[in-house]
């Protein structure tokens, strides 16, 4: 039987998220999702009098494909993709997978050399195409949410299409506060930073790029970086599991990384220079995602969470640092997770995940 949830969020994602006009060209990626929710979006496309370009994916073939990886072989791969991303005025990514470590025991020498060459092919999606990317639920990701697959995708089609544009007020506040802030400090169990992210743009996230969504991001400045964070929430990075990040900062660089796999942690640190520094600060506030479940994409939305992510900085709020990396390592401050602070400018902000301003308080749920 048809599922009225797959049109209700394709509908969402074409004419909210990208907001498609007539005749404009979209490429549709697929990875190991139902033929149901890709007809959905083609036929929203075509609904919004679009073009829509469909490409099918399956994560076993992308990693016998990493396996073996040689740089001509990705050469003609990114040269082929750059091509295909020129032709496109939007991009939307649905991205399924029966095993969260289907690339786990692809040599990391592939996995740094893979991500470089297709780097620019990302690159000029994010810088010049609108673009929407999401996952799909599952029972792989049911049973890391640890949830039934079917409550798993009630809580997913809730927490996708989310009335973003009721939120809007309340984080353009707080984009407003954050772009008039000067110095952050942030407090909890393991964590002391400091930084600055004076001068640096705040952006507003709701629901136009990663869905699930909600935060407010900007990026510290470079070198400004000083302290140590213990990260609460585990997180799957390039395609290892990793518990009990703890970084700690000098001058803006990463001087010491540990974890259940300091080894691979470090190594991932050392990609690049701009590895070692950090990329990205948010503050997270969907009100549907309390609980994290081993997916970026979601976990770095928790209500009362903020991320701070060692690696490449977003050009619209670009510090200076490049990287192949770009990790969303997550730490949740609510009373049920040890609490925390964040001040800015000297002022309590947000005290264990509630913000305290009165225009922020909608954040809150």
Same mark, same amino acid.
């Given at each position: 039987?048809?599922?009225?949830?797959?049109?209700?969020?394709?509908?969402?994602?074409?004419?909210?998220?990208?907001?498609?006009?007539?005749?404009?060209?979209?490429?549709?990626?697929?990875?190991?999702?139902?033929?149901?929710?890709?007809?959905?979006?083609?036929?929203?496309?075509?609904? +919004?009098?679009?073009?829509? !370009?469909?490409?099918?994916?399956?994560?076993?073939?992308?990693?016998?494909?990493?396996?073996?990886?040689?740089?001509?072989?990705?050469?003609?791969?990114?040269?082929?993709?750059?091509?295909?991303?020129?032709?496109?005025?939007?991009?939307?990514?649905?991205?399924?997978?029966?095993?969260?470590?289907?690339?786990?025991?692809?040599?990391?020498?592939?996995?740094?050399? !893979? #991500?470089?060459?297709?780097?620019?092919?990302?690159?000029?999606?994010?810088?010049?195409?609108?673009?929407?990317?999401?996952?799909?639920?599952?029972?792989?990701?049911?049973?890391?949410?640890?949830?039934?697959?079917?409550?798993?995708?009630?809580?997913?089609?809730?927490?996708?299409?989310?009335?973003?544009?009721?939120?809007?007020?309340?984080?353009?506040?707080?984009? #407003?506060?954050?772009?008039?802030?000067?110095?952050?400090?942030?407090?909890?169990?393991?964590?002391?930073?400091?930084?600055?992210?004076?001068? @640096?743009?705040?952006?507003?996230?709701?629901?136009?790029?990663?869905?699930?969504?909600?935060?407010?991001?900007?990026?510290?400045?470079?070198?400004?970086?000083?302290? $140590?964070?213990?990260?609460?929430?585990? #997180?799957?990075?390039?395609?290892?599991?990793?518990?009990?990040?703890?970084?700690?900062?000098?001058?803006?660089?990463?001087?010491?990384?540990?974890?259940?796999?300091?080894?691979?942690?470090? +190594? @991932?640190?050392?990609?690049?220079?701009?590895?070692?520094?950090?990329?990205?600060?948010?503050?997270?506030?969907?009100?549907?995602?309390? $609980?994290?479940?081993?997916?970026?994409?979601?976990?770095?939305?928790?209500?009362? #969470?903020?991320?701070?992510?060692?690696?490449? +900085?977003?050009?619209?709020?670009?510090?200076?640092?490049?990287?192949?990396? $770009?990790?969303?390592?997550?730490?949740?401050?609510?009373?049920?997770?040890?609490?925390?602070?964040?001040?800015?400018?000297?002022?309590?902000?947000?005290?264990?995940?509630?913000?305290?301003?009165?225009?922020?308080?909608?954040?809150?749920?």
């Amino acid at each position: 039987m048809h599922d009225a949830r797959l049109d209700t969020l394709a509908r969402q994602l074409i004419r909210y998220s990208l907001k498609l006009k007539r005749d404009e060209k979209v490429l549709v990626d697929a990875f190991d999702i139902p033929d149901e929710m890709v007809i959905a979006l083609v036929r929203a496309v075509r609904d +919004a009098d679009a073009v829509p !370009v469909v490409q099918i994916h399956r994560n076993r073939v992308i990693r016998e494909l990493a396996m073996g990886a040689t740089e001509s072989q990705f050469d003609l791969l990114a040269r082929l993709g750059l091509a295909q991303m020129k032709r496109m005025d939007a991009y939307i990514a649905v991205r399924g997978s029966e095993n969260i470590s289907e690339m786990a025991d692809v040599p990391s020498s592939k996995m740094k050399m !893979v #991500s470089g060459k297709m780097r620019k092919v990302i690159d000029y999606r994010v810088r010049r195409t609108r673009w929407v990317v999401l996952r799909w639920p599952g029972p792989a990701m049911a049973q890391q949410a640890g949830m039934s697959t079917e409550a798993f995708e009630d809580f997913f089609f809730k927490v996708c299409t989310l009335d973003y544009a009721a939120l809007l007020p309340a984080m353009n506040a707080l984009k #407003s506060l954050m772009d008039r802030t000067r110095d952050v400090r942030i407090l909890g169990p393991g964590t002391d930073l400091r930084f600055s992210i004076d001068g @640096i743009p705040s952006i507003v996230c709701g629901g136009t790029h990663n869905i699930p969504d909600g935060e407010v991001f900007t990026a510290p400045v470079r070198d400004s970086v000083e302290g $140590h964070v213990a990260y609460n929430v585990p #997180s799957i990075y390039q395609g290892t599991a990793f518990d009990n990040v703890c970084l700690e900062f000098s001058r803006g660089r990463i001087v010491k990384a540990s974890s259940n796999r300091s080894d691979r942690l470090n +190594a @991932i640190l050392d990609s690049d220079a701009g590895a070692r520094f950090v990329g990205e600060f948010a503050l997270g506030f969907n009100p549907h995602i309390l $609980h994290p479940m081993r997916d970026i994409l979601f976990d770095e939305k928790i209500a009362g #969470s903020f991320h701070f992510t060692p690696g490449q +900085a977003y050009e619209n709020a670009f510090n200076g640092n490049h990287s192949q990396v $770009h990790w969303d390592l997550v730490c949740i401050q609510r009373p049920d997770c040890g609490g925390g602070e964040i001040w800015f400018d000297g002022k309590l902000i947000r005290k264990n995940g509630k913000f305290l301003p009165a225009a922020l308080k909608k954040l809150n749920g």
